[in-house]
């Protein structure tokens, strides 16, 4: 049997990041990603200014200014039919007033990279974990299948579940879950940009359906919001019914979605919204989606993954490396990113019900005066900082460990 001291299943954000700070600490740690590589299509690519700041406190912004990437600095929140609200990050707080623009297996390789300069750190492609080893009712390890179909066990004093909202190991141990209805599904696709198109981020509001763009320089990925299990029923109107409600939702992309040769093109995002009521176990911790699954609204997933690993390393390092850590010592870190999670996830259930829901239920007047958000913006243009910190920002932004600093 193999042995690690802490075993971190998933090569996501939060799994990538814990691995790298633990391994800067000295902890002798173990990441398996069941891919080969991390290159995934339609992964959420955005590095919020919080994430940026602790990249310099790591010591890897000049990594990171070598990986493609654009900066986004402006926003346009769909508020109405016809009405933005028009958000200016070049006034947040701090040295990074923009969102970085990166494709997720960029910002993993860098994270992998700094890892692997690190003796303690090892990573294990194509290595699938398939369920728990426990003992007197302690989690003391995984069970792990390969590409090649080889078998085995690694034994660990804390493994963390990194592995997404649909996590193995926190289903093998039934840990409790609340879940809130969410109005909506997404699909992902991208359409040609063009010269005098809208920059940066925004969005629309239509009868039945919402679009939200990202300025991708050559290309926009676009979120088109329909209702939650209507997958199979726009797929079944066909290509033309949907380059048609596109073209009406978004006028100015209408001499391009002729270009989208296939309903194929459009990847299904099954939009969860939910949290565990006890993030952890004796001898197991969950964090990022596999502790909470996030709705798109804001694009704040990453965001609050890489922060919950920053959270758990700063948390769990010293008692990991006496050997000591135990179910406080895990239970401290959901006290730390409880908090924060809760109040997003309160916020985005806002935005599900005042506006994603109306909209996508056809119950949205369309005639609708300007809303009141909107008029206080206008009125009072610093207003809109707090949809911006929120956003690139968010709720208790993590700090870089002493420990992992350079």
């Known amino acids: 049997m193999e042995r690690t001291t802490c075993c971190v299943v998933g090569g996501g954000p939060a799994g990538m990041m814990l691995g790298l700070l633990l391994a800067r600490a000295g902890v002798d740690v173990t990441v398996l990603e069941k891919h080969g590589d991390f290159l ?49 990050l070049t006034a947040l707080p701090g040295p ?107 969005g629309a509001i239509g009868r039945k359906r919402m679009l939200v763009y990202l300025d991708r320089r050559e290309y926009f990925q676009l979120a088109f919001l329909i209702e939650k299990g209507s997958d199979a029923r726009w797929r079944e109107a066909g290509l033309q019914a949907f380059r048609d409600s596109l073209a009406d939702i978004a006028p100015w992309l209408a001499d391009r979605v002729d270009g989208i040769e296939s309903l194929d093109e459009a990847k299904l995002l099954d ?37 919950d690993a920053v959270a758990a390393a700063r948390i769990l390092a010293a008692p990991l490396r006496r050997g000591t850590v135990t179910t406080e010592d895990l239970a401290k870190v959901q006290r730390r990113r409880g908090p924060a999670t809760s109040v997003t996830q309160g916020l985005q259930r806002l935005m599900h019900a005042n506006a994603v829901a109306p909209a996508l239920s056809g119950k949205l007047d369309l005639s609708q005066r300007t809303p009141l958000a909107l008029r206080l913006a206008q009125r009072f243009p610093k207003l809109t900082l707090i949809p911006g910190y929120l956003i690139a920002i968010g709720f208790r932004p993590e700090h870089a460990p002493t420990f992992a600093r350079r």
């Open 96 to 202: 990074h007033k923009h969102i970085a623009m990166v494709p997720q297996w960029d910002f993993l390789d860098m994270l992998a990279e700094a890892a692997a300069e690190e003796p303690t750190f090892h990573l294990r492609m194509n290595t699938e974990a398939t369920g728990l080893t426990t003992k007197d009712g302690r989690v003391t390890g995984i069970t792990y299948r390969t590409k090649d179909g080889e078998t085995g066990e690694i034994a660990a004093d804390l493994t963390v579940a990194c592995d997404g909202r649909r996590s193995i190991l926190r289903s093998a141990l039934g840990l409790g879950i609340r879940s809130w209805r969410v109005p909506m599904d997404c699909w992902w696709l991208r359409v040609p940009r063009h010269e005098g198109d809208p920059s940066g981020a925004g």
């Open 271 to 307: 939009v969860k919204l939910d949290r565990l009521t006890k993030w952890y176990s004796d001898g197991l911790l969950c964090i990022g989606d596999a502790a909470h699954a996030m709705s798109p609204v804001g694009g704040v997933g990453i965001n609050l993954a890489v922060q």
């Open 40 to 88: 995934r299509d339609f992964r959420g690519d955005t590095v919020h200014a919080s994430t940026l700041r602790l990249l310099d406190e790591l010591g890897l912004a000049e990594r990171f200014a070598k990986v493609p990437h654009q900066l986004l600095t402006k926003m346009a929140l769909p508020l109405g039919p016809r009405d933005n609200v028009a958000v200016d």
